[in-house]
């Protein structure tokens, strides 16, 4: 019923910038929180940065994991139903595969937000 598709990933040297992009499709109620998340060899899935929509309809509350602040940033257009990730002074440890992720209610079941996953982009920082 929903899909994420990411984009924008690749490898970049050290300093370097990306720009992520997901796409929410489908059966689309509402989208309450979108967010990225990276898994590096190894390693557990851990939240990068995340922006959550607010019951007063003002900006987006968003926060972002320590080794993002600074570096990254969440935006998102609601008109097209998609996130992006803004990558500046990459870092060899930013190496990871990034996914999208929103909670989401269907016009089906309007009254229950599910999570969604896309499947996932590869970041590779190095020289």
């Known amino acids: 019923q929903v899909q994420l598709v990411e984009s924008g990933g690749g490898l970049v040297q050290p300093g370097e910038s990306l720009r992520l992009s997901c796409a929410a499709s489908g059966s689309i109620y509402e989208i309450y929180r979108m967010a990225w998340y990276r898994q590096a060899p190894g390693k557990q899935r851990e939240l990068v940065a995340e922006?959550?929509?607010?019951?007063?309809?003002?900006?987006?509350?968003?926060n972002y994991a320590d080794s993002a602040k600074g570096r990254f940033a969440i935006s998102r257009d609601n008109s097209k139903d998609m996130v992006y990730l803004q990558m500046n002074s990459l870092k060899p440890e930013d190496t990871a595969v990034y996914y999208c992720?929103?909670?989401?209610?269907?016009?089906?079941?309007?009254?229950?937000?599910?999570?969604?996953w896309g499947q996932g982009t590869q970041v590779t920082v190095s020289s």
């Open positions: 922006s959550l929509r607010t019951r007063s309809g003002g900006n987006d509350i968003v």
């Open positions: 992720n929103a909670r989401i209610a269907t016009r089906q079941e309007t009254w229950r937000a599910n999570e969604y």
